[in-house]
């Protein structure tokens, strides 16, 4: 004990010097990187060659590349964990976030690695370094047939999630977004949006309990974490408030069949005015009709694709569009029915054309270059502007994901849960630029594409504040700098676009549960104290 407590001044003493020399590296060699590494092998007394990985092992790089999907964030100048973690039973979690307390190095938390920004796996702070908490191996999925419940761990894949459920049932499904290989623990902690959240709301909105580990080590329930904490983390954007190890969800009814549709258009094929008809009924069809558009650059015009989801037949679902929408020119013959297992496949486009078992095969989506932003609208774009932004798309090469709101969305109160992008949304925008070629060339002439057009669009889009989606990670809208130094109000400016008035009461929740600020990322929710500065 005696020894120990030497050990970590000696450690202090080193951290301080080294700091005001200037010579801090965030490489694996430095004193707080052999602290951590000695108090969680002490911990993880059994077998732990696999569980602790550093840079000397053969595997690091094998196994922090494994769920990297943004190619930006996978270069020789990304900044690197000092160690990865990757734990098989939650006590490897709660040593983990033990031990990096005590050394002071930062954390990262990483389930699928599809964060836009990469922020689960890398930093931009180059004076704090940090390890990786990597919970690939807790994955599995238990299903309650009696209560229509399951419990998911966050390593989880969608595509696995799926599959488990329809192994025990072809009548339950669960709410949640189309690329199966995003992970469970970022796409709940982030709201979750999909095929099924017209009818069903977002995943987090069918969330009913979770077990998460605080920042003291402690592993809470609902129960024990209390509602402040578990509305949080139900869409707050993970990692500012724990590691979430499991989710306690409710299963929701699918018929056992479904109608899909992709049905792409030409301009010449009068696309823009029936995106024009869909912005005024997209979000007012029946629950039960899913219908995004896809706007893709392709050589010389635009192509817009309508895909659609409907939860019955198709003779009903010609039906409702013959209704409701006859402009969007649908055949029967573009109709495919299927289980709704299949038209999880179906919509996972990457994975169009195989097995169901896919989806428990955790195949990786395709890795590229990407920059991604995100917009919502509240009022129908005019005609003219759609054609413009056609026009701009196709210059810059950007794609367009337009995805409807309305039905339950609209339901579900705006401060229920963390996201707030509830009444009045006609649909989100995603902005989607993606590119082969490595190097910083490409990159700043593609991120300055995307901005280009995002800028254009700001008469079209929400105002004061212009919001945003937390799931569809955009560092350019603020981040809280080196060592998470930001205040809350500087915080604010980002944070109500993704959260709006919920902003506040995440602070407040953060300030409650850490407040010492140890979970803090690029976009991690600073504290906020009720008698402090604000
Ligand atoms: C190809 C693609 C398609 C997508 N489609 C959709 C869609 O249809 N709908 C939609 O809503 N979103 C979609 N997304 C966005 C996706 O929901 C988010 O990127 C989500 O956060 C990814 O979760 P993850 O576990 O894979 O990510 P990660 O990169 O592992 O994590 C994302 C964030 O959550 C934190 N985090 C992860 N796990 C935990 C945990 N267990 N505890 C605490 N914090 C944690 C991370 O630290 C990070 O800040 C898509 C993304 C991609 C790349
Ligand atoms: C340790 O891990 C290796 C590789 O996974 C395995 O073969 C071995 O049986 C494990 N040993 C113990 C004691 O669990
Ligand atoms: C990694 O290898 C170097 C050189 O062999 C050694 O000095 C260092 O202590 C090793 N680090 C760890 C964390 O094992
Ligand atoms: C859809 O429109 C009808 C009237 O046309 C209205 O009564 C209903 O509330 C709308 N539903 C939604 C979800 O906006
Ligand atoms: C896209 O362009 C290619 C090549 O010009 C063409 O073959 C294809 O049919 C086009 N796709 C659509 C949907 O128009
Ligand atoms: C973490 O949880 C434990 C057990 O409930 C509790 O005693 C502790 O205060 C919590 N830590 C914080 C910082 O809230």
């Given at each position: 004990m005696v020894l120990k407590l030497f050990t970590y001044k000696l450690v202090s003493i080193l951290i301080i010097t080294s700091l005001s020399l200037g010579f801090f590296s965030s490489t694996y060699s430095n004193p707080t990187s052999v602290y951590f590494l000695d108090c969680i092998s002490h911990r993880i007394s059994s077998n732990f060659s696999n569980i602790i990985i550093t840079?000397?092992?053969?595997?690091y790089s094998t196994v922090l590349q494994s769920?990297?999907?943004?190619?930006?964030?996978?270069?020789?100048e990304t900044l690197k964990p000092s160690a990865i973690i990757t734990p098989l039973s939650y006590s490897h979690v709660q040593s983990t976030v033990i031990c990096s307390v005590k050394s002071r190095l930062q954390i990262r938390i990483r389930s699928g690695g599809h964060d836009y920004e990469g922020l689960s796996f890398t930093s931009f702070d180059h004076t704090t370094p940090f390890i990786l908490v990597d919970l690939n191996q807790l994955r599995s999925v238990t299903v309650d047939l009696d209560d229509k419940t399951a419990w998911v761990e966050s390593g989880a894949t969608l595509g696995e999630l799926a599959y488990w459920v329809s192994q025990k049932s072809n009548l339950l499904g669960f709410p949640n977004g189309?690329?199966?290989?995003?992970?469970v623990g970022g796409h709940l902690s982030g709201g979750g949006y999909g095929v099924l959240a017209r009818k069903y709301g977002l995943s987090a909105d069918n969330v009913i309990d979770a077990l998460i580990v605080n920042v003291t080590g402690q592993i809470l329930d609902r129960d024990s974490m209390g509602e402040d904490l578990f509305w949080a983390i139900r869409g707050g954007g993970g990692a500012s408030f724990g590691v979430i190890l499991s989710w306690k969800i409710n299963l929701v009814s699918v018929p056992p069949k479904v109608t899909v549709f992709s049905l792409p258009k030409t301009l010449d094929q009068a696309a823009t005015q029936v995106v024009n008809k869909w912005q005024y009924i997209g979000h007012n069809l029946s629950d039960d009709f899913f219908t995004n558009v896809i706007i893709t650059p392709n050589t010389s015009t635009m192509v817009v694709t309508f895909n659609g989801l409907f939860l019955g037949t198709s003779v009903e679902l010609m039906t409702e569009v013959n209704d409701r929408?006859?402009?969007?020119?649908?055949?029967?013959?573009?109709c495919i029915e299927m289980s709704w297992i299949e038209s999880v496949v179906y919509y996972s486009v990457y994975l169009?054309?195989?097995?169901?078992?896919?989806?428990?095969?955790?195949?990786?989506?395709p890795k590229r270059y990407y920059k991604y932003k995100s917009d919502y609208v509240q009022k129908p774009i005019p005609e003219e502007a759609l054609e413009e932004i056609w026009k701009w798309c196709l210059e810059e090469g950007l794609n367009l994901a337009i995805e409807p709101h309305g039905g339950r969305m609209s339901e579900i109160?705006?401060?229920?849960?963390?996201?707030?992008?509830?009444?009045?949304?006609?649909y989100v925008i995603q902005y989607v630029m993606r590119w082969n070629e490595e190097g910083f060339d490409v990159t700043e002439k593609k991120v300055a594409s995307i901005r280009r057009v995002y800028e254009k669009m700001t008469p079209f889009v929400s105002k004061n504040p212009r919001e945003a989606y937390v799931n569809f990670r955009d560092l350019d809208l603020g981040t809280n700098g080196n060592a998470c130094s930001t205040s809350y109000l500087q915080a604010a400016r980002w944070g109500i676009k993704y959260f709006k008035g919920n902003f506040r009461r995440l602070a407040m929740v953060k300030g409650k549960v850490d407040p010492t600020n140890f979970f803090c990322y690029e976009q991690s929710i600073p504290p906020l104290f009720l008698s402090g500065s604000f």
């Amino acid at each position: 004990m005696v020894l120990k407590l030497f050990t970590y001044k000696l450690v202090s003493i080193l951290i301080i010097t080294s700091l005001s020399l200037g010579f801090f590296s965030s490489t694996y060699s430095n004193p707080t990187s052999v602290y951590f590494l000695d108090c969680i092998s002490h911990r993880i007394s059994s077998n732990f060659s696999n569980i602790i990985i550093t840079p000397n092992d053969t595997s690091y790089s094998t196994v922090l590349q494994s769920t990297i999907q943004n190619l930006r964030f996978d270069t020789p100048e990304t900044l690197k964990p000092s160690a990865i973690i990757t734990p098989l039973s939650y006590s490897h979690v709660q040593s983990t976030v033990i031990c990096s307390v005590k050394s002071r190095l930062q954390i990262r938390i990483r389930s699928g690695g599809h964060d836009y920004e990469g922020l689960s796996f890398t930093s931009f702070d180059h004076t704090t370094p940090f390890i990786l908490v990597d919970l690939n191996q807790l994955r599995s999925v238990t299903v309650d047939l009696d209560d229509k419940t399951a419990w998911v761990e966050s390593g989880a894949t969608l595509g696995e999630l799926a599959y488990w459920v329809s192994q025990k049932s072809n009548l339950l499904g669960f709410p949640n977004g189309e690329c199966t290989s995003v992970g469970v623990g970022g796409h709940l902690s982030g709201g979750g949006y999909g095929v099924l959240a017209r009818k069903y709301g977002l995943s987090a909105d069918n969330v009913i309990d979770a077990l998460i580990v605080n920042v003291t080590g402690q592993i809470l329930d609902r129960d024990s974490m209390g509602e402040d904490l578990f509305w949080a983390i139900r869409g707050g954007g993970g990692a500012s408030f724990g590691v979430i190890l499991s989710w306690k969800i409710n299963l929701v009814s699918v018929p056992p069949k479904v109608t899909v549709f992709s049905l792409p258009k030409t301009l010449d094929q009068a696309a823009t005015q029936v995106v024009n008809k869909w912005q005024y009924i997209g979000h007012n069809l029946s629950d039960d009709f899913f219908t995004n558009v896809i706007i893709t650059p392709n050589t010389s015009t635009m192509v817009v694709t309508f895909n659609g989801l409907f939860l019955g037949t198709s003779v009903e679902l010609m039906t409702e569009v013959n209704d409701r929408f006859p402009e969007l020119g649908l055949r029967e013959t573009d109709c495919i029915e299927m289980s709704w297992i299949e038209s999880v496949v179906y919509y996972s486009v990457y994975l169009r054309g195989q097995s169901v078992e896919a989806l428990k095969e955790r195949i990786p989506w395709p890795k590229r270059y990407y920059k991604y932003k995100s917009d919502y609208v509240q009022k129908p774009i005019p005609e003219e502007a759609l054609e413009e932004i056609w026009k701009w798309c196709l210059e810059e090469g950007l794609n367009l994901a337009i995805e409807p709101h309305g039905g339950r969305m609209s339901e579900i109160d705006e401060s229920a849960t963390p996201y707030p992008h509830r009444e009045g949304n006609l649909y989100v925008i995603q902005y989607v630029m993606r590119w082969n070629e490595e190097g910083f060339d490409v990159t700043e002439k593609k991120v300055a594409s995307i901005r280009r057009v995002y800028e254009k669009m700001t008469p079209f889009v929400s105002k004061n504040p212009r919001e945003a989606y937390v799931n569809f990670r955009d560092l350019d809208l603020g981040t809280n700098g080196n060592a998470c130094s930001t205040s809350y109000l500087q915080a604010a400016r980002w944070g109500i676009k993704y959260f709006k008035g919920n902003f506040r009461r995440l602070a407040m929740v953060k300030g409650k549960v850490d407040p010492t600020n140890f979970f803090c990322y690029e976009q991690s929710i600073p504290p906020l104290f009720l008698s402090g500065s604000f």
